[in-house]
Nanobody, 123 residues
């Protein structure tokens, strides 16, 4: 399973970005729950959001659910993270990951990881 994250960049506070994560590999199956995590310098990796294989159910970190939206294109094996009203504290490397367990929020519970994409929010 390979996960390729993209879409990061530099944005001003209050702006928006959409991250993408494309999944591939012959062992990948669309029953995986797909999630996003982020890691700021000097901090632990933290859960952002995850979406089920149908794309109709999702769960979020409580502090982010009002500004971030996760979605999934089943046909394209791609997961998106729409981020709005961005703040400087959202600056981090964002990772996509895959797990078989619904409700998983710990990095150790995720089996596959993408390489990360940098998001920098300027004040």
């Amino acid at each position: 399973v390979q996960l390729q994250a993209s879409g990061g960049g530099l944005v001003q506070a209050g702006g928006s970005l959409r991250l993408s994560c494309a999944a591939s590999g012959r062992t990948f199956n669309n029953y995986y729950v797909m999630g996003w995590f982020r890691q700021a310098p000097g901090k632990e990796r933290e859960f952002v959001a995850a979406v089920g294989w149908r794309g109709t159910s999702a769960y979020y970190a409580d502090s982010l659910k009002d500004r971030f939206t996760i979605s999934r294109d089943y046909a394209k094996n791609t997961v998106y993270l729409q981020m709005s009203s961005l703040k400087p504290e959202d600056t981090a490397v964002y990772y996509c990951a895959a797990t078989t367990g619904w409700g998983n929020r710990l990095p150790s519970q995720y089996d596959y990881w993408g390489q990360g994409t940098q998001v920098t929010v300027s004040s």
